[in-house]
């Protein structure tokens, strides 16, 4: 069955430091992999997409890797804020407006 | 664009009893969904909907859930006969301009007594 995983402990940094979060993933052929950070008791806001065929994407102080071969993504802060402590949610997406699923989560906590 | 709002915001129910859970008010969006997240775990897709029918359906979706738009505007989630288990927060979602980026909306947690 398809499976995302991310690092479900959470991950402390220094304030200024780069937070580099992982997705894996098995059994899915995504067409798009998304990121989503989602703050406590609200819903997912959308941050990056990077298609099957690119391998990295920027947007600000974000960074996402993709590669297929090894099923992996990369999502990268840096010069992290305390502002951007929350937990980053990695979604696969097959494209086509069928569903968007979504890993578990990693919490990411920047210490000032 | 317009983001998506849901009401209520919480609902306290007890369990057997129905639940409606709203998307509103949305225009111009063909494509919905309907997601669930239990405290503490990762976001799950329930439902999708397309011009006023369901598009795909997970087994989380079983024959006590329902959507429709009745008035081409709204968009709801009945709950039939709640369980426990159906405690979660409830977000609807759209898809913007291109690729599957769903815009969330703040959600609706339900409580099941």
């Known amino acids: ?16 430091k780069t937070a580099t979060l992982t997705c894996n993933y098995t059994n899915y052929s995504p067409a798009y992999l998304q990121w ?12 990056l997409l990077i298609r099957e065929n690119e391998k990295e994407k920027r947007k600000e ?8 071969t090894l099923k992996q993504s ?18 696969l997406d097959s494209g086509g407006y069928q569903k968007v699923t ?11 | 664009e317009p983001e998506v709002t849901q009401t209520p915001s919480h609902q306290v129910t007890q369990m057997g009893q129905e639940v409606i859970l709203r998307c509103v008010p949305i225009s111009n969006h063909l494509y919905f969904y309907w997601y669930r997240q239990i405290l503490g775990q990762k976001v799950e897709f329930l439902v999708s909907f397309y011009n006023n029918e369901i598009s795909e359906k997970s087994e989380i979706f079983d024959d006590q859930f329902s959507v429709e738009r009745p008035d081409g505007s709204n968009f709801t989630l009945k709950i039939r006969s709640t369980k426990l ?29």
Not at chain 1, 61 to 68: G, Q
């Open chain 1, 36 to 47: 989503y950070r989602q703050d406590p008791g609200r819903g997912p806001v959308f941050l």
């Open chain 1, 74 to 91: 990369l999502f990268h802060i840096t010069a992290s804020q305390p502002a951007d402590s929350a937990t980053y949610l990695c979604a």
């Open chain 1, 102 to 112: 979504f890993g578990t989560g990693t919490k990411l906590q920047v210490i000032p």
């Open chain 1, 61 to 68: 102080r974000l960074k996402v890797t993709f590669d297929t």
């Open chain 2, 85 to 113: 288990e159906d405690s979660a927060m409830y977000f609807c979602a759209r898809t913007g301009s291109g690729a599957n980026v769903l815009t969330f909306g703040a959600g609706s947690r339900l409580t099941v007594l």
């Open chain 1, 1 to 16: 069955s398809q499976k995302i995983e991310q690092n479900s402990e959470a991950l402390n940094i220094q304030e200024g």
